[in-house]
């Protein structure tokens, strides 16, 4: 395992899926299917390569422990785009705002699944 895996997000073969894949004008469930195909690369490649979760300490209790990886988030990967030059900034500020409201009206979760509501006690 390379120095700095444990913390990296984006593999530079998920890069190139990026941006292979990445046109102007992709619709929410392409986007969200774009999305999901890097984040299983992501998995694969952690498994692959026996990439394992970085030590954390807790604040409150000092326990060292292992962190938990996170996943990618379809505004993760809005964001990449512009990141790595696959699409104008103008244009990924824009997509990033147009996904919040969208998310929120939706009820989607970061991930662009249904949330489920909770109901108040």
Not at 12 to 21: A, K, P, T, V
Not at 81 to 106: H, N
Request: aromatic share 8%; hydrophobic share 30%.
């Amino acid at each position: 395992m390379h120095s700095g895996d444990a913390q990296r997000q984006w593999f530079s073969e998920m890069i190139e899926m990026l941006r292979q894949q990445w046109t102007p004008g992709l619709s929410w469930t392409e986007l969200a299917h774009l999305t999901t195909q890097l984040d299983t690369m992501l998995h694969r490649i952690r498994r692959d390569r026996n990439i394992i979760p970085p030590m954390c300490t807790c604040p409150r209790c000092g326990t060292h422990k292992r962190s938990r990886f996170t996943g990618i988030s379809i505004n993760a990967t809005i964001l990449a785009a512009g990141r790595f030059g696959i699409a104008p900034q103008t244009e990924v500020k824009e997509l990033s705002k147009r996904w919040t409201k969208y998310r929120k009206e939706q009820g989607l979760d970061h991930y662009g699944k249904k949330t489920t509501p909770t109901t108040a006690s």
